[in-house]
């Protein structure tokens, strides 16, 4: 079970990196076709996230990364939470947003592969 833990833990860093580098070719790969993600703003599908991770005008920056969590269902089926501390950057200010996330992996034909990934604000 622990490499599970290092594997899903591994993409999860790289899906961080992806959105700070804006590559949205990770996300074609790392997100499973049906992928949904839930942000207090919307929901959104693959393909509006590859297109948002493509263009460029992520604003996002940094993040920390605490209280992980992970859940093995069973071989095929992951769940990862954690409480985030999202940093953006507009000109040279910066600001930071504290969120708990959850993310569900699948493992389709031998990947893991993203299928939901969630936001929830936290208010102080």
Not at 105 to 114: L, R
Request: with cysteine.
């Amino acid at each position: 079970m622990e490499e599970i833990d290092e594997i899903l833990l591994s993409l999860n860093n790289k899906a961080l990196e992806a959105t700070i580098k804006g590559d949205g070719d990770f996300y074609r790969s790392y997100l499973a076709d049906r992928a949904i993600f839930v942000f207090p703003h919307g929901i959104f599908n693959k393909e509006n996230i590859v297109k948002q991770m493509s263009s460029g005008i992520s604003t996002f920056c940094g993040s920390g990364i605490n209280d992980v969590r992970i859940f093995i269902l069973n071989n095929e089926i992951c769940v990862i939470t954690y409480k985030a501390s999202f940093e953006k950057s507009k000109g040279e200010e910066k600001s930071s947003y504290p969120f708990f996330v959850t993310t569900i992996y699948n493992k389709i034909n031998g990947t893991w592969k993203n299928v939901f990934y969630q936001q929830i604000p936290i208010y102080n």
